[in-house]
């Protein structure tokens, strides 16, 4: 059974920092390409980061660029996404997606929310 378990999300004020984590099992984790999606109340679902099955590249939307950062662990299979001065404006539920081909799968998401 294939699995994705967001965590990490929550509430964090202008600013801060949080770190989510996307637990993975049921598939071979180190095959797939792995992302991070957002969707904010009232709009698409939209792409934050990608990260190659090795590690060895990723790429962020222009509005992430220089404050997330997404990794993985192979070993572990777990990506992360660390999320540095946050903005209101990524107020939003988190996914993780794990991609390999025309195969797809996402988490549950996980809820971030952004404010004073």
């Known amino acids: 059974q294939v699995q994705l378990i967001e965590s990490g999300g929550g509430l964090v004020q202008p600013g801060g920092s949080l770190k989510l984590s996307c637990a993975a099992s049921?598939?071979?984790?180190?095959?797939?390409?792995m992302s991070w999606y957002r969707q904010a109340p009232g709009k698409e679902r939209e792409l934050v980061a990608t990260?190659?099955?090795?590690?060895?590249?990723?790429n962020y939307a222009d509005a992430m660029k220089g404050r997330f950062t997404i990794s993985r662990d192979n070993a572990k299979n777990t990506v992360w996404l660390q999320m540095n001065n946050l903005k209101p404006e990524d107020t939003a539920i988190y996914y993780c997606?794990?991609?390999?081909?025309?195969?797809?799968?996402w988490g549950q998401g996980t809820q971030v929310t952004v404010s004073s």
């Open positions: 990260i190659t099955t090795a590690g060895g590249s990723t």
């Open positions: 997606n794990a991609r390999q081909f025309v195969q797809m799968y």
């Open positions: 049921g598939f071979t984790f180190s095959s797939y390409t």
